[in-house]
């Protein structure tokens, strides 16, 4: 087996390794999270978007799963909702120039994700033979 083969599936084996251990602690996390919920007895927005941030991340290990790439949406999706979740947590105590910053990298991303997501109907990726094959 040449060499460049070899090193292919180690790789590929390590990501599938770091893959698993991701979806172990992402869904330790929610279990956590919802362990808090019956414990507080309570669930706010930032608990369901907390949930939200799991459930994404898992979609993109699934995705990676499934075609061995991430498309760079799926983290754009996490910050997004990352960003509004620390909106609604902490706006209280911001300033309102935090505020506007926060809500103008929130849009930077979601335009981001728009013309993404354009680029990829306008100008799809030409299909590439597989790497294993």
Same mark, same amino acid.
Request: hydrophobic share 55%; proline share 5%.
């Given at each position: 087996?040449?060499?460049?083969?070899?090193?292919?599936?180690?790789?590929?084996?390590?990501?599938?390794?770091?893959?698993?251990?991701?979806?172990?602690?992402?869904?330790?996390?929610?279990?956590?999270?919802?362990?808090?919920?019956?414990?507080?007895?309570?669930?706010?927005?930032?608990?369901? /978007?907390?949930?939200? !941030?799991?459930?994404? $991340?898992?979609?993109?290990?699934?995705?990676?799963?499934?075609?061995? %790439?991430? #498309?760079?949406?799926?983290?754009?999706?996490?910050?997004?909702?990352?960003?509004?979740?620390?909106?609604?947590?902490?706006?209280?105590?911001?300033?309102?120039?935090?505020?506007?910053?926060?809500?103008?990298?929130? /849009?930077?991303?979601? !335009?981001?994700?728009? $013309?993404?997501r354009i680029g990829h109907v306008?100008?799809?990726?030409? %299909?590439? #033979?597989?790497?294993?094959?």
């Open positions: 087996m040449p060499k460049h083969k070899t090193t292919t599936k180690v790789i590929h084996g390590l990501e599938n390794v770091v893959l698993v251990l991701i979806v172990i602690a992402t869904i330790y996390a929610i279990g956590e999270e919802i362990y808090l919920v019956i414990v507080n007895r309570t669930v706010s927005v930032g608990d369901l /978007l907390l949930l939200f !941030i799991y459930l994404e $991340v898992l979609a993109m290990v699934h995705s990676f799963f499934e075609s061995g %790439k991430v #498309p760079v949406r799926m983290p754009l999706y996490i910050g997004i909702v990352a960003l509004a979740r620390y909106l609604i947590l902490d706006m209280k105590n911001m300033d309102d120039w935090r505020i506007m910053t926060i809500a103008a990298a929130t /849009l930077i991303m979601a !335009i981001t994700v728009f $013309v993404i306008k100008y799809p990726y030409p %299909k590439t #033979p597989n790497i294993e094959d």
